[in-house]
């Protein structure tokens, strides 16, 4: 098993820049790629970015493509999910996720495993 921790959530104004972590206790990050989703109130939880097991792949929501940054540092057990030029609809619970079961980066939230608990993103317009 692995245990994730978000990290990095807040308050800021659109057009500001968050960055979030996402730490990993009880396995090594190596063994899994990593995604991060949100949800919105009253919406499904929605992909965002994903990256593989090395961090040479990586991939994006149309919605965050060009304003958000996914990369990983196996060696601390962290992924972070660095958001510039934020809006108001990026508004919403963000959650990292660990699939145990490919390496690949993935879109698709059912092949991930192991979840955190979230960290709030508030984008003031």
């Known amino acids: 098993q692995v245990q994730l921790v978000e990290s990095g959530g807040g308050l800021v104004q659109a057009g500001e820049s968050l960055g979030l972590t996402c730490t990993a206790s009880?396995?090594?990050?190596?063994?899994?790629?990593m995604g991060w989703f949100r949800q919105a109130p009253g919406k499904e939880r929605e992909f965002v970015s994903a990256?593989?097991?090395?961090?040479?792949?990586?991939i994006y929501a149309d919605s965050v493509t060009g304003r958000f940054t996914i990369s990983r540092d196996n060696s601390k057990n962290a992924v972070y999910l660095q958001m510039n030029s934020l809006k108001a609809e990026d508004t919403a619970v963000y959650y990292c996720a660990a699939d145990d079961r490919e390496l690949g980066a993935s879109r698709v939230l059912s092949e991930y495993d192991y979840w955190g608990q979230g960290t709030q993103v508030t984008v003031s317009s």
């Open positions: 009880g396995r090594a990050l190596s063994d899994f790629a």
């Open positions: 990256i593989n097991w090395s961090g040479g792949r990586t």
